[in-house]
């Protein structure tokens, strides 16, 4: 069974204070891991995908990176409006592929 | 329209009672999903349409839970005789492609829908 685990739950960060989330996987066969973004009420906002260890993908201050086992999503410098609660997801090869098995998200709160 | 909606974006009943909720994916998209979130969980797959295909409903936790896609479009995703156990936020998503072919399709979400059963 797939299994998508996130560390920490909450982190609170002063405005600057660079960190990273962790998101430890086990999936048969990788096809792709998925970083999203969601704020309190809203759906998910994709933020990245990574396909193969070794990859790493930056949108403004954050980071993407993958191994075998495991994702972290860097923070560099964040502001309070990087606040929000961050989701990642594993999407498997073969029968059910199309489904994405989520962790618990970390939920990230940022102090001016 | 631009992205995934939803609707209604908050919808409380009474145990019992029959409810429908309503996803309208972005344009052109031929893939759709449900999932459900509840409280401290994570996202939890429910069912799967991919164009005129026969949807996965592999995920749907029990035979109170249904959905249909119309046309290819928009979707309903309907829960009879709702239990307390069923509130949670259900959110819809769409893609460009299922899973036929290179599908790294990244999935969007709709802003969801808060079911809340008394």
């Known amino acids: 069974e797939d299994q998508v685990t996130q560390s920490p739950e909450a982190l609170r960060l002063q405005e600057g204070e660079s960190s990273s989330l962790n998101c430890s996987y086990t999936?048969?066969?990788?096809?792709?891991l998925f970083w999203y973004r969601q704020d309190p009420g809203k759906g998910p906002e994709f933020l990245f995908t990574?396909?193969?260890a070794g990859e790493e993908k930056e949108k403004e201050r954050l980071k993407a990176t993958l191994t075998k086992k495991e994702s972290f999503l860097h923070i560099t410098a964040p502001k309070p409006e990087d606040s929000a609660t961050y989701l990642c997801?594993?999407?498997?090869?073969?029968?059910?592929?199309?489904?994405?098995?989520f962790g618990k998200g970390t939920k990230l709160s940022v102090i001016p | 329209g631009a992205g995934v909606s939803q609707s209604p974006s908050n919808k409380v009943t009474e145990k019992g009672k029959d409810v429908e909720l309503r996803c309208d994916p972005i344009?052109?998209?031929?893939?759709l999903y449900w999932y459900r979130q509840s409280l401290g969980q994570g996202l939890e797959f429910l069912i799967y349409?991919?164009?005129?295909?026969?949807?996965?409903k592999s995920g749907l936790p029990s035979d109170r839970f249904s959905a249909e896609r119309t046309g290819g479009s928009v979707s309903t995703l309907t829960i009879q005789r709702t239990q307390q156990e069923d509130s949670a936020v259900y959110l819809c998503?769409?893609?460009?492609?299922?899973?036929?072919?290179?599908?790294?399709?990244?999935?969007?979400f709709g802003p969801g829908t808060r079911l809340t059963v008394l």
């Open positions: 990574l396909y193969s």
């Open positions: 998503a769409s893609s460009s492609r299922g899973s036929g072919g290179p599908s790294y399709n990244e999935q969007f």
């Open positions: 997801a594993v999407r498997r090869s073969g029968a059910g592929s199309y489904q994405l098995t």
């Open positions: 344009s052109g998209h031929t893939a």
């Open positions: 349409f991919q164009g005129n295909s026969a949807p996965d």
């Open positions: 999936v048969s066969g990788l096809r792709g």
